[in-house]
């Protein structure tokens, strides 16, 4: 070292030794940015911007040893030979561009420290090629070791130089490369330098076609102006590339941002850049992702994304800074960012999906108010458990319920407080439950409950349980009271199907309802053969209209006094084909609750206005309504349609509603029967007396006449009570101004009483069974007198 050292000071001019040093350090600081710039070109130009790196780093490299051989001073004749000379800089410039040519190449390890080492034996060729073109008056002795240093040293630092410049993409990556390839020229020269040893021998002479001093300067002060014309071009590419590259990412970022999704932009394994959202999910400021491994939030997706199929979606797990994991979906698209290949990530968070699906499938089992399992997942589960139960040679209990007369609660208190009875059922009974049972709602309040076990007792015992846990937790609540009927079916000894079971569960829950409701049944063989027949007579009646086994019969209603027939009451008949006459007070609960009383009760209405319509005598006719009808949301527009087409003036035709029909939805009745009076029609209290709150409906509603029950006419000549009550309702009419008709009359002495009380109007068997209205042909055509009517009986 202190060799060298003295070279340097000794045996040079320190002017030219430092302007060799500023060639050398503008030299290697054009170099590193046109190799940054040829790094960002592609196709062509890459190439190209690297033959113009090669040419600037040869052209300093040997203006750089030249410019120190004219700062060596050794005091004697010298010159350099022309042909040496020019191969020196050849070597230079060819080397050169073969190590950054090398150092460019991804595909091969460690491209960067080989390009180096290249760009050092380039320096070292050069140089040695240049001292063997230097000719002196003397003889030219080496030092190996010092030989050897400066080979060392110039791979050593190239590799370094080249490795920093393309590992850091910012001003710190080239200032550091620019300073080691300057220290890999310098120290490679002057260590080579310091190995030289000059002995002065007169004898020898100067060739003639050797270069003067003065004409190697010339040469070296042409490459210096091709370095500094080079530094400067360099320079205006390194500022505009900088500009365009700061715009293009500020753009990228600001489009990025713009995005819901994270976005990050990758070359290879680093991240460039990323928008505030992928920021956000991994937890980092997205301005401090730039160069961080990607590897590092995706460890396991990193090698098959830059490798896969572009638009190719991957789930994956994102690792955040803070610790835990998001479940992301990821696509991959190969992307074109500062003029080199990279690719872009879509980052999608899936926790919002992986909630909706979990919601999804949690509603696909389960019921969305209750929380209960669904019909299709009690289903599932009867079957496994039968299975279970099979292999065990075990029970199983099948438990079906429902809330008694919960429709009136919905009707009266509003379907807020059904909701809420229905979710504190479910709390109430599950419970009483152990993990090993299992309780579904199967639809409106219809539950079930599997309940595995030994004896059929155990079922029972849970069955009371529900219905005690009920009674007790309802009333807790503040909402209405309400008791519940449970049906109970066991495996295997009832049946061995889920389809029997469930539905022998159901039969022997309405065996439950009929026998009293709040208590429970076990299926009975024989229950099952009444619930079919029911069902069967439900199918059957709702095609009776349409078989025509449904007929009308008239029964008249006169007056009192004179006799004379007033008009007539609709009665229904339905004479099955199987079964023959089914009486109306068995099939008409089964059509009111199976809902067929809707298109029943509107054949009914149009047979009966349109036969009304045909008569010439104008008599009134009576149809009787029931509560589903009345609360049917077009029941109004029907009879006004019913009207219209049949031509029957409205005053002839009595609509008779129960009071029980008012009960359900009062404020909905009272509409219905103002817009009824409203088209001209009148309207009749039925069977007043068996019904609710009897004087306060006939306060609240639009009624034209009351209908007195015939369990109050039947033996009212015999009954003193039954006579109070008779002249009490017909006190009342008289006091509302109310016409009274009188039902059920059947005898002489129970007329004669009516007549005694001054009673309007009465049927009954006395003046006429019900009969099809052609038996009735003399009072439709104007013939009417008092003992036709009584004739007629």
Not at 16 to 21: D, E, I, R, S, T
Not at 129 to 148: C, F, I, K, N, R
Not at 628 to 634: G, K, L, R
Request: net charge negative; aromatic share 6%; hydrophobic share 45%.
């Amino acid at each position: 070292m202190l060799k060298v050292v003295g070279c340097i000071v000794e045996q040079h001019d320190l002017l030219l030794v430092g302007l060799a040093a500023l060639v050398c350090t503008l030299a290697a600081g054009t170099c590193i940015a046109l190799l940054r710039h040829a790094d960002r070109s592609v196709g062509r130009l890459h190439y190209l911007w690297l033959g113009v790196a090669a040419v600037a780093g040869g052209f300093g490299i040997w203006a750089t040893h030249f410019i120190a051989m004219l700062a060596f001073e050794p005091g004697l004749p010298s010159g350099y030979h022309l042909g040496l000379t020019a191969l020196s800089l050849v070597y230079a410039i060819v080397l050169t561009g073969l190590g950054l040519t090398l150092a460019q190449l991804r595909s091969l390890p460690a491209a960067p420290v080989l390009g180096g080492i290249v760009l050092g034996g380039g320096i070292a060729a050069m140089h040695y090629t240049g001292m063997v073109a230097y000719e002196v008056a003397g003889h030219v002795q080496w030092d190996p070791s010092l030989v050897a240093a400066s080979l060392v040293l110039g791979s050593l630092l190239g590799a370094a130089g080249l490795s920093a410049a393309l590992a850091d993409r910012g001003r710190r990556g080239t200032v550091l490369g620019a300073f080691l390839l300057l220290l890999a020229i310098c120290s490679h020269h002057f260590t080579a330098m310091g190995a030289v040893t000059i002995l002065p021998d007169p004898t020898i002479d100067i060739s003639d076609g050797a270069i003067p001093s003065r004409w190697l300067a010339v040469g070296v002060a042409c490459a210096s102006l091709a370095i500094l014309f080079l530094a400067c071009a360099a320079l205006a590419l390194d500022i505009r590339d900088r500009r365009r590259f700061s715009l293009e990412r500020e753009r990228l970022h600001s489009l990025a941002n713009a995005a819901v999704e994270g976005l990050v932009v990758c070359q290879g394994n680093r991240i460039v850049n990323a928008n505030d959202s992928f920021g956000t999910l991994v937890g980092l400021p997205a301005g401090d992702l730039s160069g961080i491994e990607l590897s590092r939030f995706l460890p396991d997706v990193v090698g098959p994304l830059s490798n896969g199929q572009p638009d190719q979606a991957v789930e994956t797990e994102l690792v955040c800074v803070a610790g835990g994991t998001v479940p992301v979906e990821l696509i991959v698209r190969p992307v074109t960012y500062g003029n080199r290949p990279h690719y872009a990530v879509a980052v999608r968070d899936l926790r919002a999906r992986r909630r909706a699906e979990g919601q999804i499938q949690f509603l696909a089992y389960h019921d969305p108010l209750t929380g209960l399992a669904n019909r299709a997942s009690f289903r599932q589960r009867l079957d496994q458990e039968l299975k279970v139960a099979q292999a065990a040679k075990r029970k199983l209990a099948v438990l079906c319920l429902d809330l008694d007369r919960f429709k009136e609660v919905n009707d009266l208190f509003g379907h807020p407080t059904g909701d809420a009875m229905l979710v504190n059922v479910a709390r109430s009974v599950t419970a009483i439950l152990n993990e090993t049972q299992m309780m579904a709602r199967l639809g409106g309040d219809e539950f079930a409950i599997l309940v595995p076990c030994e004896h059929a007792v155990e079922a029972g015992r849970i069955a009371e349980q529900v219905i005690e846990a009920l009674r007790a937790g309802i009333g807790e609540t503040n909402t209405p009271t309400i008791a519940t009927s449970v049906g109970i079916a066991l495996y295997p000894d009832d049946a061995e199907e889920r389809s029997l079971l469930l539905s022998y569960a159901d039969t022997a829950l309405y065996k439950a309802k009929s026998e009293g409701r709040g208590t429970y049944r076990f299926f009975e063989a024989r229950l099952g053969m009444q619930v079919r027949d029911r069902r069967m007579l439900e199918h059957d009646l709702r095609h009776a209209v349409a078989r025509g086994e449904m007929q009308l019969v008239y029964q008249p209603q006169t007056d009192v006094q004179s006799g004379a027939v007033l008009g007539f009451e609709v009665l229904l008949r339905w004479h099955h084909s199987d079964r023959g006459a089914v009486p109306p007070s068995l099939f008409i609960p089964i059509a009111e609750e199976s809902g067929a009383i809707l298109q029943i009760g509107e054949w009914v209405l149009r047979e009966a206005c349109r036969e009304a319509a045909t008569w010439t005598n104008p008599l009134s006719v009576a149809v009787n309504v029931s509560a589903v009808q009345v609360h049917a949301s077009h029941f109004v527009q029907l009879v006004h349609e019913v009207l219209f087409q049949t031509g029957l003036k409205p005053e002839r035709l009595e609509i008779e509603i129960t009071e029980t029909a008012l009960i359900r939805d009062p404020g909905r009745a009272q509409s219905t029967l103002r817009q009824l009076k409203a088209l001209g029609l009148r309207i009749a209290m039925d069977d007043f007396g068996t019904g609710y709150s009897s004087l306060s409906n006939l306060r609240t509603y639009p009624f034209d006449k009351i209908k007195i029950d015939g369990s109050f006419v039947r033996s009212v000549d015999e009954n003193e009570q039954t006579k109070a009550i008779v002249r009490s309702v017909l006190g009342l009419g008289r006091g509302l101004g109310l016409p009274v008709l009188a039902e059920g009359v059947e005898t002489e002495a129970e007329l004669a009483f009516l007549m005694s009380e001054s009673c309007q109007s009465a049927q009954g068997y006395l003046m006429g069974k019900p009969a099809p209205i052609d038996q009735f042909s003399a009072h439709t055509t104007g013939v009417n007198a008092a003992m036709q009517t009584r004739q007629v009986a």
